[in-house]
């Protein structure tokens, strides 16, 4: 969870089974029909269909639980769809207005159902970025951060990423379609305490939640380390965690005047 705090991102290879990455290539191209906005799960998706099926697969179900808590409601999705030798990359952006929570977020699980090589232009993302507030392609301009990630990966790859995280699909230089398919899931409890706590306290925590990114100027990385600990604190309801005296600096508020 801190590693997800930090990086705005958690990664899975190939947990979708082959059998239902076959199957997907028929279901993402005939497309899934929407479904309206805040629907639960079980109202947008009936059971033993391809995108419940997927939100059911212990790894992915088990992430999503840590993450948003149980019952969440599908916000949206969508089919991406990249023809061979085709279209453009897409600017840098975040996905939807500046969101102004601190202390909740959403969760978009992107489903990769072939092998993604270099040529074939998977997702771009900036780690680290999540909670630098921007309002949708803000930050288009800019065409590449240096730590970037540019997905390459097996076929079943699933990655669950913070709503705000900046990214973009890239150009498609490969000879084959390329497919991923896109659910935004909207939690309906409090995000705290959702996962396996027992290691709370370790000191790789705090590690992983002072870690920099090659893109972070000396200002950004303080910056972002305070976005992540009142993200942390909110997380876990220990409003008294820190690092480095940062947050409880900035949250002093004497009691009374001196005389």
């Not at 969101?99 to 990769?112: E, S, T």
């Not at 390459?152 to 990214?167: D, R």
């Not at 084959?176 to 959702?194: A, G």
């Amino acid at each position: 969870m801190a590693r997800f705090v930090a990086h705005g991102a958690l990664r899975m290879d190939a947990v979708v089974p082959k059998d239902m990455n076959a199957e997907a290539f028929g279901v993402l191209a005939a497309g899934i029909p929407a479904v309206p906005y805040g629907v639960p799960v079980a109202e947008a998706y009936p059971e033993g269909s391809f995108p419940r099926r997927i939100l059911g697969l212990p790894e992915v179900a088990g992430a999503l639980r840590s993450l948003v808590g149980p019952d969440p409601t599908v916000d949206h999705h969508f089919v991406h769809v990249r023809e061979p030798r085709g279209g453009s990359a897409q600017p840098l952006h975040g996905d939807a207005i500046i969101d102004v929570r601190p202390d909740a977020f959403d969760v978009q699980l992107m489903y990769y159902p072939q092998d993604v090589t270099p040529e074939m232009g998977g997702t771009l993302s900036v780690p680290g970025s999540h909670l630098r507030r921007i309002n949708e392609t803000d930050i288009g301009r800019y065409q590449n951060l240096r730590g970037q990630s540019r997905l390459v990966c097996p076929a079943g790859t699933v990655v669950l990423l913070h709503h705000g995280i900046w990214h973009g699909g890239r150009r498609n230089d490969s000879d084959v379609v390329r497919y991923m398919f896109k659910i935004r899931l909207n939690p309906t409890v409090r995000q705290r305490l959702l996962w396996d706590t027992a290691d709370l306290h370790d000191p790789g925590v705090a590690e992983e939640l002072q870690r920099t990114f090659p893109w972070y100027e000396p200002a950004t990385a303080r910056l972002e380390t305070y976005n992540r600990i009142m993200l942390w604190r909110a997380l876990t309801g220990d409003d008294s965690f820190d690092l480095e005296y940062w947050a409880t600096r900035v949250a002093n508020r004497p009691g009374r005047s001196a005389v």
